[in-house]
């Protein structure tokens, strides 16, 4: 977070530190600015997620515009609640409108962006508030307190967008070749990965078959999980997906990144740079994309026990006890927790999305 004064007005921008504590830590920080600061005139909070969970995952029967709108008004709401809190003079959504041009990820521009914006969340969760939220689109200007150039949000169409941005569409779907030597490499890193977690991974109490796919590779890499015994093995690609528990499919560049370099991983677990495409709902329910993404990454030492310094039975009977008395907030990445399958969706809304689907492709 940032906060800037002139000791006339101040300017809080909480990108999206906020978003994802808990209710009683947003309120213990919110008390804190306004107690230091006392009256905010400008408060820019983000309303979006970097991540992208959970539209980069796939599930048989999920309905992706479905998921993606229920992740979206939980976030808004969210956006809603700090604003009020804040009770800013002027209150700002902003930095989630980067769009996505990835062939498997461009449909969830318009469910996420045009469903229900924070704005006018805010309004309907806070009629009588006196902050003034404004749905800001570059080139909004305020001068001295006073909006001299209101520019606002236009939903996104994805019309507009293969017509206006055909040339980084297709950029955005080219990858570089891999060759089967170059995949070994990164076989190497992710085998010493699952030596190095082992007693992490262990705990994990599901066997898995996940197929590591890199787009225009020569080769995949498959991990699979037996008890406690685990393998890394090369596959040529075209590589047949039927029979794997998870297939995680990303670019050659940036699976290495995240392999080599410290920060690379948030390519692929905090953005959208892979698809994981499960073969099952029950495959998806274990949230088995952590275990991948705990060895996707640049690491020198294991992580530790997710069971911290006690035994399991006891970690598990304390976190059903925190869960029923609300005070765990573990469901913000569980992957169930957000999705929304078609047999849970009205047949005319299954039809309505099914229309637009037709009319996008």
């Known amino acids: 977070m940032l906060v800037l004064s002139d000791g006339k007005e101040v300017l809080v921008n909480a990108n999206d530190a906020l978003l994802p504590v808990p209710e009683a830590l947003q309120k213990r920080i919110i008390d804190d600015l306004r107690r230091r600061y006392g009256k905010i005139g400008y408060a820019f909070i983000g309303y979006g997620i970097a991540s992208g ?4 995952h796939f599930v048989p029967g999920k309905n992706n515009a479905k998921s993606a709108e229920k992740r979206q008004r939980h976030f808004n709401g969210v956006w809603s609640s700090l604003m009020a809190g804040i009770n800013p003079k002027y209150g700002l ?9 990835d062939e498997n990820l461009i449909w969830a521009n318009e469910p996420v962006r045009n469903r229900e914006r924070p704005t006018d969340r805010f309004r309907l969760d806070h009629p009588e508030s006196s ?22 949000f236009e939903p996104v169409h994805l019309e507009t967008l293969r017509a206006e941005m055909a040339a980084e569409i297709r950029k955005a779907n080219e990858a570089r070749a891999a060759s089967v030597p170059q995949v070994q490499e990164l076989a190497a890193l992710i085998e010493h990965n699952v030596q190095l977690c082992q007693a992490y991974l262990t705990e994990f109490e599901h066997d898995y078959n996940i197929l590591i796919r890199l787009k225009n590779a020569a080769a995949a890499i498959v991990l699979t999980k037996t008890g406690d015994w685990f393998n890394v093995a090369i596959r ?9 528990d998870l297939v995680f499919t990303t670019r050659f560049s940036y ?16 953005g959208s740079g892979g698809t994981w495409q499960y073969g099952t709902r029950q495959a998806a329910a274990t949230n088995m ?12 030492v294991a992580p530790p026990s997710r069971y911290g310094d006690q ?21 913000l990445y569980d992957l169930l927790t957000w999705t929304v399958f078609d047999d849970e969706v009205a047949p005319g809304h299954r039809a309505a999305d099914a229309n637009r689907a037709i009319g996008r492709r």
């Open 53 to 56: 969970f959970p539209n980069c």
């Open 93 to 101: 959504p902003f930095a989630a409108d980067v769009v996505l041009l």
């Open 131 to 152: 902050t003034q939220v404004v749905d800001i689109a570059p080139g909004f200007t305020v001068i001295d307190g006073r909006i001299t150039k209101e520019v606002v």
């Open 236 to 244: 040529q690609e075209p590589a047949d997906t039927e029979g794997y």
């Open 255 to 270: 699976l290495r990144r995240a392999l080599q370099t410290q920060w690379g991983y948030e390519v692929i677990t905090v």
């Open 289 to 300: 994309y952590q275990e991948l993404a705990a060895i996707l990454r640049k690491r020198d």
């Open 311 to 331: 035994p399991r039975w006891l970690y598990e009977v304390k976190s059903r006890i925190k869960r029923g008395l609300g005070k765990q907030n573990d469901t």
